[in-house]
């Protein structure tokens, strides 16, 4: 037998063999395929579609956000509350400027009856400088007993700097994150005194163990009977290991901690979620759901980004389940919807689900892999749509559960802020100071307190209470 030209003569088992080889070869083309496409795909994250924080997008093209755009005219609104610097009745220091000659003719006219008068006022601080009280404190010997009585007073016989500076120090490092060396400089600058770093961390520690007990278990348990909370986390460098600082939030409070993990052992030492039995909003992190006593809502602001992420792998039906999200969320603004309105937005949702499963490719197990095959991107965020309808579209449902996570998100924001400025937390002790202190100001700050004046306070001394926190 004559083999033709370009053929090769081979057997039945190399042939089968051949075979075998070349669907495995590819199975695993399929398979590397679709790994750089998922590598591909984390090179196009940004804050658009994905968690990525805005300031990770660099100097790249100018991120189209998801925020829909506002008809309103740029600049301040009608009926917006403007706050136009306006003249005091009684001011400080009055100055007189008066007219000797006529600046014409050269006429004197010092002895003119005057005509008219107008004013024009200054506000401006002050010159600012320490001062430096000394504390004379008498020590007699009584002539019955011989025994000697010291006057009290609460100053030790050293040179030291008081409340108002140690809290001036806790203000500016705290609350307005300038760090230890900087916040050295300004008040070197500004009152020619510069305490030391270590004044500035004795002075947070000060600060610290004056709100341990009454203030944040106030908040802590402020949290816990509120109706609604806002639960996130996020990583930030503390003794060279990555930490977490997770975030309980209301309208009215906030509370920082910090812990090694991330998951339900650390919101177990934190002791609010096992407690919590009201709404609790959240991004899909799975170790919020472990406390089945809450009722769970996700955030649809992190769903958005994800849609646009499935989006922009050509994911036709990522595009129409954001407009169902935004169309219920223009629905949930209204002050009167009705109930088939929302039918009809949960008919739109479940049809699109359904379609979009049938359409979606299932994943392949390769003949030498054991176990179970993970489950695409895409698949996994159609089943999210589709078994957690209730948390999704809770807002719907639900007056007091939003849209999104952003009140957590901007609270944590100051801890990204932080992280920005510092870096890192050298010691856990330094991101504990500073979890505790951040929690009171954040509350305060919500309460419309005065920061500056419940920091004095709080410093001043242990048996003076800082300022009262307002209940959930």
Known sequence: MQIPEGYILISKVEYEQLLKDNGELRKQ????????????????????????????????????????????????????????????????????HKVSHC?????????????????????????????????????????????????????????????RIKSLAV??????????????????????????????????????????????????????????????????????????????????????????????????????????????????WASYECYEQAQHFYCNAHLLRELSAQEDDGKNWASKMKTILLDAFALSKQEQKEQTQIASIEERYDALVTKAIEEEPLPQKPSHQRG?????????????????????????????VPFDNNLAERDLRMVKLKQKISGCFRTQKGAEVFCRIRSYISTLKKQEKNVWDALRISISSPQLQPIEIRGG
């Open 171 to 284: 203000y500016l490092n705290q609350y307005q994150m300038i760090p230890y060396e900087r916040t050295r400089e300004l008040m070197e600058d500004l009152f020619g005194g510069c305490p030391s770093a270590e004044v500035l961390q004795q002075s947070n520690q000060l600060c610290y163990d004056n709100i341990e007990h009454k203030v944040e278990e106030e908040i802590k348990e402020a949290i816990v009977q509120s109706a609604v909370i806002h639960n996130d986390e996020t990583g930030i460098r503390c003794e060279g290991k990555t930490k977490w600082i997770h975030v309980s939030s209301t309208q009215e409070q906030t509370y920082f901690a910090i812990d090694p993990k991330r998951g339900t052992e650390a919101m177990d030492r934190i002791n609010i979620l096992p407690r919590f039995t009201g709404k609790s909003i959240h991004d899909r």
């Open 103 to 163: 600046d014409h003719c050269g006429m004197d006219l010092s002895g003119i009856e005057t005509k008219k008068m107008y004013r024009g006022q200054v506000h401006d601080l002050p010159p600012v400088k320490i001062e430096v009280t000394e504390h004379r404190v008498e020590i007699k010997q009584c002539p019955a007993c011989g025994k000697e009585t010291v006057a009290h007073c609460e100053v030790p016989p050293t040179a030291q700097y008081g409340k």
């Open 372 to 400: 179970k095959v993970a489950k695409s991107k895409s698949l996994n965020l159609l089943e999210c749509f589709r078994y957690k309808k209730e948390k999704v579209l809770g807002f719907l449902h639900h007056p007091d």
């Open 29 to 96: 083309v399929e398979l590397l395929t679709a790994r750089v496409k998922e590598m591909e795909g984390m090179l196009h994250k940004d804050s658009h579609n994905s968690n990525k924080p805005p300031s990770s997008d660099g100097l790249k093209r100018k991120v189209q956000n998801n925020r829909e755009k506002s008809e309103r005219k740029v600049g301040g609104q009608i009926g917006h509350k403007g706050k136009t610097l306006e003249m005091v009745k009684n001011p400080d220091h009055i100055i007189e």
